[in-house]
């Protein structure tokens, strides 16, 4: 097994946790670090040994948080820096890791920097963000301008109130366009490891990083953006070498290149992601009508290329991205985590994913979700108001819940061995108890329609895994010792033989 990360990503599996929608218990509607804290044996219990929480920080909100204000507060809405330092703590305790969002390229128009670099007088901040020489100009982004003093417009980097923070153009070529070893752009670079190093000296445990490919500008090849990132990890290495970094960049070969220890396959850019779970005839529904060959093809091309480098990891879902279940049954949700959970790289599952939660269809928007609301409604813990996500009025929540009679609960999907959390939680035990299933191991692929067969192995094991979510009973030829894993299927393995029945996985060890 080849490595090139701390040892604690080798068998992490993460979970996704939305802060305002997990678990409240002050009682105002949103959740807090404190609810967190609270239910980290609940996550314990699935068989996850990580965290990623979305930006928890000072903010307006206008982008859920995505808008920062200041990197080193927590928002009072959830609590204080020392309830996160005590998260950080308690979820050591029980061997778990916790991993912040880091938001490099934007800040909000509320951030002290922005306020102070739309000075009309030059001072320490100028150079901050990305201006251009007179308001009369625009910058190659959207920009924002005619609203400060400063004669000049700001580059934006998403939505409105985010400007571009200034990393530096690779090929500078108009008079406002700055080197990347400018005198701004390093202090930029600087100010952000200063806010890693914040944060990692309290206990944290890493950063996924929001828009990691995008920071140096005029940077068609990301050559800039990769040399800036090898040296945020010779910082990390030289002073936090366990702490490790994902990116959202979805193009590995760059982003492992750049330093990061993983990188996501996503919704967007070429990764095929969508044609598995979200699209009319995705490959995990049992109709059997998909196609999982472009992104297995796009896989094995990222595989190829970064295979000891660093992990490729595949989420469930994020806050980004419509749920799961909008698209799948329970049945082929199963299916679709016996994948999700066999694969290499570290799996993140998006909180509520595990036990199906639904996309809440027809909500306003609410802090800049617009069509993601829907994907970021409160946790459903039990049966009790408000799903036992807070105690507030349910007018009050953060957003709508998914108010159908028998919406799906944690609680009792615990208790039900049939459930879809139960079949995570199993999926989980499989995978850390055999190597060859864990990030490091190897994949081979050996088919890519109904069903898709993959060979999982290690120094010490090999693992044939068989993933058949069309609705028909399919049969491969394998010399098994052992299913380890079997799913809504009877997988039974004759001489040399194994049938696995539609809607159903098996992990058989070689
Ligand atoms: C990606 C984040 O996942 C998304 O939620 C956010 O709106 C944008 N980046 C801007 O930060």
Same mark, same amino acid.
């Given at each position: 097994m080849k490595r090139n990360n701390p040892a604690w990503l080798d068998n992490a599996v993460f979970y996704e946790i939305y802060p305002q929608s997990f678990n409240d218990t002050n009682g105002d509607g949103i959740g807090d670090i404190n609810g967190i804290t609270e239910k980290l044996d609940y996550i314990r219990e699935l068989g996850c040994n990580a965290i990623w929480i979305n930006p928890c920080f /000072? $903010? %307006?909100? #206008?982008?859920a948080g995505y808008d920062v204000q200041d990197y080193c507060t927590v928002a009072p809405r959830y609590g204080t820096n020392e309830d996160l330092v005590n998260l950080f703590n308690e979820a050591h305790k029980r061997d778990m890791h916790v991993i912040l969002d880091l938001v490099p390229g934007h800040t909000s128009v509320e951030h002290e920097w922005f306020k102070k670099s739309a000075e009309p007088t030059r001072n320490e901040y100028s150079d901050r963000y990305i201006w251009t020489d007179s308001i009369w100009e625009s910058t190659e982004l959207h920009c924002l301008r #005619?609203?400060?003093?400063?004669?000049g417009s700001v580059a934006l980097n998403f939505f409105s109130m985010q400007p571009a923070l200034n990393y530096g153009y690779y090929k500078p070529s108009k008079s406002w366009h700055q080197a990347m070893d400018a005198e701004g752009p390093m202090a930029t670079r600087e100010a952000m490891k200063d806010v890693m190093r914040f944060w990692l000296g309290q206990g944290c445990d890493g950063f996924r990083v929001d828009m990691a490919g995008s920071l140096v500008k005029n940077d068609e090849d990301g050559k800039g953006t990769i040399a800036l990132w090898q040296d945020f990890r010779k910082f990390l290495d030289r002073e936090f070498p366990e702490a490790a970094i994902v990116s959202e960049w979805g193009e590995p070969d760059k982003s492992l290149l750049g330093g990061f220890h993983m990188d996501f396959l996503l919704h967007? #850019? %070429? @990764?095929? *992601?969508?044609? /598995?779970?979200?699209?009319?005839? %995705? *490959?995990?529904?049992?109709?059997?009508?998909? @196609?999982a060959k472009e992104f297995i093809a796009a896989y094995k091309e990222n595989y190829d290329k970064t295979d000891g480098k660093g992990l490729i990891c595949i989420p469930s879902g994020n806050h980004d991205m419509d749920r799961l279940a909008r698209r799948l049954d329970y049945e082929e949700m199963k299916v679709a985590f016996a994948f999700l959970l066999s694969v290499p790289g570290a799996p993140f599952i998006y909180y509520g994913d595990e036990i199906g939660m639904? *996309?809440?269809?027809?909500l306003i928007s609410v802090e800049g979700g617009y069509g993601r609301t829907g994907s970021r409604s409160p946790m459903q813990w039990n049966k009790t108001t408000n799903a036992g996500f807070s105690s507030a009025a349910k007018e009050k929540l953060y957003i709508k819940q998914?108010? $159908? %009679?028998d919406r799906p609960d944690a609680e009792s999907q615990m208790k039900d061995e049939n459930s879809l959390r139960s079949e995570i939680k199993r999926l989980i035990e499989v995978r850390m108890a055999n190597p060859a299933l864990q990030s490091n191991g190897r994949i081979e692929f /050996? @088919?890519? #329609? *109904?069903p898709l067969v993959y060979k999982r192995s290690c120094d010490e094991q090999e693992i044939l895994v068989v993933i058949n979510p069309a609705n028909k009973p399919c049969e491969v030829c394998c010399d098994g010792k052992e299913i380890i894993y079997s799913a809504g299927a009877d997988a039974a393995l004759d001489s040399k033989k194994i049938t696995i029945n539609g809607a159903g996985a098996a992990f058989i060890l070689l």
């Amino acid at each position: 097994m080849k490595r090139n990360n701390p040892a604690w990503l080798d068998n992490a599996v993460f979970y996704e946790i939305y802060p305002q929608s997990f678990n409240d218990t002050n009682g105002d509607g949103i959740g807090d670090i404190n609810g967190i804290t609270e239910k980290l044996d609940y996550i314990r219990e699935l068989g996850c040994n990580a965290i990623w929480i979305n930006p928890c920080f /000072l $903010s %307006p909100f #206008g982008d859920a948080g995505y808008d920062v204000q200041d990197y080193c507060t927590v928002a009072p809405r959830y609590g204080t820096n020392e309830d996160l330092v005590n998260l950080f703590n308690e979820a050591h305790k029980r061997d778990m890791h916790v991993i912040l969002d880091l938001v490099p390229g934007h800040t909000s128009v509320e951030h002290e920097w922005f306020k102070k670099s739309a000075e009309p007088t030059r001072n320490e901040y100028s150079d901050r963000y990305i201006w251009t020489d007179s308001i009369w100009e625009s910058t190659e982004l959207h920009c924002l301008r #005619g609203i400060t003093q400063r004669d000049g417009s700001v580059a934006l980097n998403f939505f409105s109130m985010q400007p571009a923070l200034n990393y530096g153009y690779y090929k500078p070529s108009k008079s406002w366009h700055q080197a990347m070893d400018a005198e701004g752009p390093m202090a930029t670079r600087e100010a952000m490891k200063d806010v890693m190093r914040f944060w990692l000296g309290q206990g944290c445990d890493g950063f996924r990083v929001d828009m990691a490919g995008s920071l140096v500008k005029n940077d068609e090849d990301g050559k800039g953006t990769i040399a800036l990132w090898q040296d945020f990890r010779k910082f990390l290495d030289r002073e936090f070498p366990e702490a490790a970094i994902v990116s959202e960049w979805g193009e590995p070969d760059k982003s492992l290149l750049g330093g990061f220890h993983m990188d996501f396959l996503l919704h967007f #850019g %070429p @990764s095929h *992601y969508n044609d /598995l779970f979200r699209c009319d005839e %995705p *490959y995990f529904s049992r109709r059997g009508k998909g @196609s999982a060959k472009e992104f297995i093809a796009a896989y094995k091309e990222n595989y190829d290329k970064t295979d000891g480098k660093g992990l490729i990891c595949i989420p469930s879902g994020n806050h980004d991205m419509d749920r799961l279940a909008r698209r799948l049954d329970y049945e082929e949700m199963k299916v679709a985590f016996a994948f999700l959970l066999s694969v290499p790289g570290a799996p993140f599952i998006y909180y509520g994913d595990e036990i199906g939660m639904r *996309y809440v269809e027809n909500l306003i928007s609410v802090e800049g979700g617009y069509g993601r609301t829907g994907s970021r409604s409160p946790m459903q813990w039990n049966k009790t108001t408000n799903a036992g996500f807070s105690s507030a009025a349910k007018e009050k929540l953060y957003i709508k819940q998914d108010d $159908s %009679p028998d919406r799906p609960d944690a609680e009792s999907q615990m208790k039900d061995e049939n459930s879809l959390r139960s079949e995570i939680k199993r999926l989980i035990e499989v995978r850390m108890a055999n190597p060859a299933l864990q990030s490091n191991g190897r994949i081979e692929f /050996l @088919s890519d #329609g *109904y069903p898709l067969v993959y060979k999982r192995s290690c120094d010490e094991q090999e693992i044939l895994v068989v993933i058949n979510p069309a609705n028909k009973p399919c049969e491969v030829c394998c010399d098994g010792k052992e299913i380890i894993y079997s799913a809504g299927a009877d997988a039974a393995l004759d001489s040399k033989k194994i049938t696995i029945n539609g809607a159903g996985a098996a992990f058989i060890l070689l």
